[in-house]
Every structure is written in structure tokens, then in C-alpha cells.
């Protein structure tokens, strides 16, 4: 669970917990859809696991793991910056955080960690950024995603080396760690149409966010409504048939002079 002995026993020294750490860089994500994916993912993470609060979700965040690693982004030549997306389980989710530093959080480092690409972080996301959540922080899955050629690769930590995760007929891959599907889907997000990583459910059923929850919550209210509508429609058109139905029976009788039975 992302959990690694031997970055913890060179990280903290007793000094660095009294680092003044930054919590951003100044430098913006890549693009307008960087954010949103990010916003996407962790809000429908969020309610994927609503009823859960032994996890923390980010993005975009600093990630402090060692002394020279919190020195460089202190004296700005950074090392490592943080990732797009990632999830820490087994820790307290309310617990309000800027940045993860590892030696705060008993040594925990990320469980699941996706990366969006472009142009100018694609290499790094393949290589460099590869190399360091397989070797220093044991990171149980990696994922990364473009979003130009909606190549989605995963890859899960075998024996301290990352093997890659075979996709199904779809081409989504499984995360153990997420307990979901992550897939491409083409729909609409922020009033933008394009095709975003998602998350999808055992059964495969596309998570939704807490907005598209409630719009779908909404949706099938008012589609209760209307249905109730149409029964009670039905009903009373029946109703208005069998009066005239009977009406008629009526008249048929007395024109035929036959006697009606005083209730009838």
C-alpha cells in the first residue's frame, strides 16, 4: 500500500519537520483540461467511496519524501513537483492537508497514482516520473493518460518492478487499488464535450460525480412523477369507459323495456 521501509529511514531528520515546505510551485497545470480531469477523477472518486473516510485523494500537490528532495523545492530547483492525481488509503480522509509529506503520515506514500500527458510531460510521466513511484515510493499502480491520442497505460509493482495491466475488450484496466475500471469516455464535463478518463464500477456502469448523481437522482424522480401521473390518467380514463359502458347498457335496456333492479 505504498508503504516504503527505506525511503522512511533516510527521509526525516529531525530538523526537516521544521522546513518551511511550499505548497505550490506558482506554475499552473498544463492546460484548462488538466484541471478538470483532475477535478473529474477526484470527485468521482469521492463518490464512488461516499460512504468511506479511510482515504485521502488529490492532485496537483506537492509530495515531500526526503530531506534533499523538501531542500530542493525550499531553494527552488524542485525535484519533483506532484502528481495529476493520486490516492493514500488507510489514513484519516477529513484530516485537511496543503501537501503529503511522507514522515507526517507514518512513512505512507500514494497507493494509485495517474499522470495526464502533453507534449511537454510526456517523457518525464514515462521515464522519470515511472521510475521513482516504482523505486522510492513502492507505489502500488501507475497510470497515465493522453489525452491527444487517448492512449491509456497501466502498470501494477510485481516483485519491486512494474509489470503492465492488460485492458479488457474495452481497453479499460483494473485498479485493485481504486476498486473500479478506469476507461475512456466520450460526454460532456464543465459544459465541455470531449473524452475524459473515467471511472467505472464492477458491473461496469460509468461512476458519476456528485452533480451527475443528482441530476440522475432528479431524473428518475421526476420520472417516478410522471409515471405515477400516466397510472392515475389510465385509471381514471378506465373509470370514464366503464361509466359510459354503462350508460349505454342502460339505455339498451329501456329501449327494450326491460326492468333495471332499483340499485343498478
Given amino acids: ?54 482515504f485521502f485523494v488529490g492532485g496537483n500537490m506537492f509530495i515531500y519524501y526526503s530531506f534533499e528532495q523538501a531542500q530542493s523545492v525550499i531553494e527552488g530547483r524542485p525535484l519533483y513537483r506532484g502528481p495529476d492525481f493520486f490516492v493514500v488509503k488507510g489514513v484519516d480522509g477529513t484530516k485537511p492537508r496543503d501537501c503529503w509529506i511522507v514522515w507526517e503520515e507514518a512513512g505512507r506514500y500514494p497507493d494509485v497514482i ?4 502533453s507534449p511537454t510531460t510526456a517523457d ?18 501507475y497510470f497515465w493518460y493522453d489525452p491527444l491520442t487517448q492512449e491509456l497505460m497501466g502498470f501494477e509493482l510485481v516483485d519491486g518492478r512494474y509489470q503492465p495491466k492488460q485492458a479488457n475488450p474495452s481497453g479499460w484496466l483494473w485498479s485493485k487499488v481504486l476498486e473500479a475500471w478506469l476507461g475512456v469516455w466520450e460526454g460532456e464535463y464543465q459544459r465541455r464535450r470531449m473524452a475524459w478518463l473515467r471511472l467505472y464500477d464492477r458491473e461496469g456502469r460509468l461512476v458519476p460525480t456528485p452533480a451527475e448523481a443528482a441530476q440522475q437522482q432528479a431524473e428518475a424522480e421526476r420520472l417516478r412523477a410522471e409515471t405515477e401521473r400516466l397510472r392515475a390518467e389510465t385509471e381514471r380514463l378506465r373509470a370514464e369507459r366503464a361509466e359510459a359502458e354503462l350508460e349505454r347498457l342502460k339505455s339498451l335496456l329501456q329501449a327494450h323495456g326491460i326492468e333495471q333492479e332499483p340499485n343498478a
Wanted: charged content about 30%; aromatic content about 10%; overall charge negative.
Fill in 1 to 54: 500500500m505504498g508503504y516504503n521501509t527505506d525511503a522512511m529511514m533516510e527521509a526525516p531528520s529531525p530538523a526537516l519537520p521544521k522546513l518551511e515546505l511550499p505548497t505550490e510551485d506558482g506554475i499552473p497545470m498544463e492546460n484548462a483540461w488538466h484541471r478538470m480531469q483532475m477535478d473529474l477523477l477526484i470527485e468521482s472518486l469521492l463518490y464512488h467511496w461516499r460512504e468511506r473516510s479511510d
Fill in 114 to 117: 495517474i499522470e495526464f500527458l
Fill in 124 to 141: 518525464q510521466d514515462r521515464y522519470v516520473k515511472k521510475s521513482l513511484y516504482e523505486q522510492v515510493f513502492g507505489t502500488e499502480e
